[in-house]
């Protein structure tokens, strides 16, 4: 066997190795991960936490609804006279809010 050939089988066993411990690894985390997802207070922070979502999405889903349907009509009716003309929201989308309002944090955009 040349020395060319000998580095090549050496170099396909080093790879082989490799790809062995990374999977390992990664099966050793999904163990973790699903070891630790199950325990009983876990479970029990993420339903609460997914009770306080919930709670909070229904305060904002009222809170904000007046708004979709401002923006909804203006879409529909082609219709933008009255509201703001800007795009500076968080995602840069249409801003419903009146035209000259003040910008702030705590209004949609």
Request: hydrophobic share 35%; charged share 30%.
């Amino acid at each position: 066997m040349s020395a060319s050939a000998q580095e090549l089988g050496e170099q396909r066993v080093q790879d082989a190795v490799r790809r062995h411990a990374r999977t390992r690894a990664l099966a050793e985390a999904g163990d973790v991960i699903a070891a630790v997802l199950s325990d009983p207070g876990v479970r029990e922070a993420r339903d609460r936490v997914e009770a306080a979502e919930t709670e909070l999405g229904m305060e904002l889903c009222a809170r904000l609804h007046p708004f979709q349907d401002r923006y909804d009509q203006a879409v529909a009716e082609g219709d933008a006279d009255g509201l703001c003309g800007g795009k500076h929201g968080r995602w840069g989308r249409i801003c419903v809010l009146p035209d000259g309002h003040e910008t702030s944090m705590e209004e949609p955009h």
